[in-house]
């Protein structure tokens, strides 16, 4: 009797010891992030929340993460990158999340890196430029291609085609400017030549500095221009180039016109053979990828572009680091969250996931669509090409 009264009080004594870590077990996990829901960065971040809103939604509506619910925390950070810093450290210090996301944007994802880093606290980033994973940090992890390795399939065709003059110009922001440090590796490996190598002032361009650019890049007589640009000073160097009547091979932009956007803005004729380097398109034999465009097309009235689907996919990668450290023992445990973020090998909804030592992506290839038809067509690996390439670049009279 007397022992059947000690085991009892035993049992007790040690669900009383247990049970702060049982009530830690079973609260929701808090995904946080900030997201420009106002300000230049807008558009992109309004989708990029409409993306990882989904996840959520997704994730939860499966019964949530372990039989878990996850909660999502998400401030406007107005595109401002102090008010990007103060509301990561709110996240963190105030609102205590398990799990952060990034920001769309480089300098935002600077300024949020710096705080993760400073709390010790992992977050997973969709930014592409270098200098987010050059700073020695241990939080930062990566997802999408980095922006030096961009134009490597460029490389790749030009070489293919028999092409050996290469003309770049580039906005001075840091993703265009890794994009450029890439390029200059790339063309003297292959052995082309960069024949011009020119960045500008994207946030002051009037619309006649185009013109000026546009001509000493067809004074240099190349067979293939990059531009490393965003969606408006994109269709502004297309609108000069037909002002100039100027067509080389191929000309390719990074980012803008893979936006679904670009081809109104500048009209279909004008957009006919128009390369652009995309993180994600629905076409690129992605898990999931046709379901994730079609519901969030019917949730949202739009087309998914890169921002919405490297959102939901941060999520993804989330989740996978997060059941992992829970198979282990250590849930929620940010040393294994930040061991398996930073040694696993996942493939989500933007492509396959694995980082180096500093969490820059070194998995997930790039691809390259072209507008063909008033369509964003693949073009660019073999394996998932949806239509062949147009080449040359058309001509502006044949249009």
Do not use: C
Not at 160 to 175: Q, T
Not at 186 to 204: C, F, G, I, P
Not at 215 to 229: E, K, L, T, W
Request: hydrophobic share 45%; no cysteine; charged share 20%.
């Amino acid at each position: 009797m007397r022992i059947g009264i000690t085991l009892s009080k035993l049992v007790v004594v040690t669900l009383l010891l247990m049970a702060p870590a049982l009530l830690m077990a079973q609260r929701p996990a808090t995904i946080g992030a900030t997201m420009s829901q106002t300000g230049k960065y807008a558009d992109f971040g309004i989708e990029a929340l409409q993306g990882l809103e989904m996840f959520v939604s997704d994730l939860n509506g499966r019964g949530g993460s372990g039989g878990l619910k996850v909660n999502l925390i998400v401030y406007d950070d107005e595109s401002d990158r102090e008010t990007a810093a103060r509301l990561y450290e709110k996240l963190i210090v105030e609102d205590k999340v398990d799990f952060l996301v990034g920001p769309y944007g480089t300098p935002l994802t600077l300024a949020a890196t710096e705080v993760a880093e400073r709390y010790d606290m992992p977050i997973v980033v969709t930014g592409s430029a270098l200098s987010i994973f050059e700073r020695g940090m241990r939080n930062v992890f990566g997802l999408y291609t980095p922006a030096p390795d961009i134009m490597r399939p460029v490389v790749d065709i030009a070489r293919e085609k028999g092409l050996r003059r290469i003309a770049m110009a580039y906005a001075d922001n840091e993703a265009p400017t890794s994009m450029a440090e890439g390029v200059r590796v790339l063309t003297e490996s292959a052995d082309l030549d960069l024949v011009l190598d020119e960045s500008y002032d994207r946030n002051n361009m009037a619309a006649g500095d185009f013109d000026g650019l546009i001509a000493r890049m067809a004074a240099a007589q190349p067979d293939v221009v990059i531009f490393g640009s965003y969606i408006n000073d994109s269709a502004g160097l297309l609108k000069a180039a037909k002002a100039a009547d100027f067509a080389p091979d191929i000309m390719v932009f990074s980012y803008g016109p893979a936006l679904s956007e670009f081809g109104p803005l500048v009209g279909e004729a004008n957009a006919q053979g128009v390369m652009a380097t995309s993180q994600w398109q629905r076409g690129q034999h992605m898990p999931g990828a046709f379901d994730f465009s079609f519901r969030f097309k019917k949730l949202t009235g739009r087309n998914a572009s890169y921002p919405a689907a490297g959102a939901y996919a941060s999520g993804q990668v989330i989740e996978a680091a997060a059941r992992l450290a829970a198979s282990v023992g250590k849930p929620r445990d940010k040393e294994e969250i930040r061991n398996q973020l930073r040694t696993m090998s996942f493939r989500s909804l933007l492509g396959p996931y694995r980082v180096d030592e500093t969490g820059l992506q070194i998995g997930k290839p790039i691809f390259i669509m072209q507008w063909q038809e008033g369509r964003r067509e693949l073009i660019y690996p073999p394996e998932v090409s949806r239509e062949s390439i147009i080449f040359p670049f058309p001509s502006w009279a044949s249009r």
